[in-house]
């Protein structure tokens, strides 16, 4: 069966510092890959997708930026966090064309 | 454009009595709908699905949900709450049959049942 990994559950960085969450995938290949952020008071908002490896499309402009270096792992980076980058991170996948699965999530809180 | 508006931020029930989360939706295609469920800090649950079958669908946990075209809604309902049916819920609008394969899955703000003993 497939499953998804996201790591680390919860984390507390100082402004200024750079960030990388990452996520697998296991039991299916060439899935599509998404990022989505889940600001406090508000619905999730998709970062970035992944339909292949080293293939990423950005939804929203911002600071963040994600890499896709194998089939089955998304990685979401930034090189210097703000403020506004506090959220709930979710990794999700879907196989070509239909449904998708959500990861457990990281709680991101900038300081 | 889509959109999607869930009417209530916050619901509070008692326990055993019906649950009514409404969801209403703009598309301007045949849309896909779904209802998630998200607990304190966890990913999120798919409950049900609609993609143009039948307008009456059955999820998991006893929840439902009807597809109504002319008021475009799609209200998430379940006869009898229970203690663990506490946690946030969201609708869900996709503007084609597939899934939304490029990722355009379009997100409620969310709506945070309490149930009370």
């Known amino acids: 069966s497939q499953t998804i990994h996201q790591w680390p559950a919860t984390l507390v960085q100082p402004v200024g510092s750079p960030l990388s969450l990452e996520c697998t995938v296991e039991?299916?290949?060439?899935?599509?890959l998404y990022w989505y952020r889940q600001a406090a008071g508000r619905g999730l908002q998709l970062l970035f997708y992944?339909?292949?490896?080293?293939?990423i499309s950005s939804e929203v402009p911002q600071n963040l930026s994600a890499s896709r270096p194998q089939d089955r792992q998304f990685i979401l980076s930034s090189k210097k966090l703000l403020l506004s980058d506090s959220g709930f991170y979710l990794c999700?996948?879907?196989?070509?064309?239909?449904?998708?699965?959500f990861g457990s999530g990281t709680r991101l809180t900038v300081v | 454009a889509q959109s999607v508006t869930q009417l209530d931020s916050h619901v509070s029930v008692s326990e055993g009595t019906p649950v009514l989360l409404r969801c209403n939706y703009s598309?301007?295609?045949?849309?896909?709908l779904f209802w998630y469920v998200q607990h304190p800090n966890k990913g999120l649950q798919l409950l049900l699905k609609?993609?143009?079958?039948?307008?009456l669908v059955k999820g998991i946990n006893g929840f439902e949900a009807e597809f109504k075209k002319s008021e475009t809604s799609f209200h998430l309902t379940k006869p009898s709450a229970h203690m663990s049916d506490a946690a946030e819920y969201f609708c869900?609008?996709?503007?084609?049959?597939?899934?939304?394969?490029?990722?355009?899955?379009?997100f409620g703000k969310g709506t945070k049942l309490s149930v009370k003993p």
């Open positions: 999700a996948w879907s196989p070509q064309g239909y449904g998708y699965t």
């Open positions: 039991g299916t290949s060439n899935p599509n």
């Open positions: 992944s339909v292949g490896i080293g293939q």
């Open positions: 598309s301007s295609y045949s849309p896909s």
């Open positions: 609609y993609t143009s079958a039948a307008t």
């Open positions: 869900v609008v996709t503007p084609d049959n597939y899934g939304g394969s490029q990722g355009n899955l379009i």
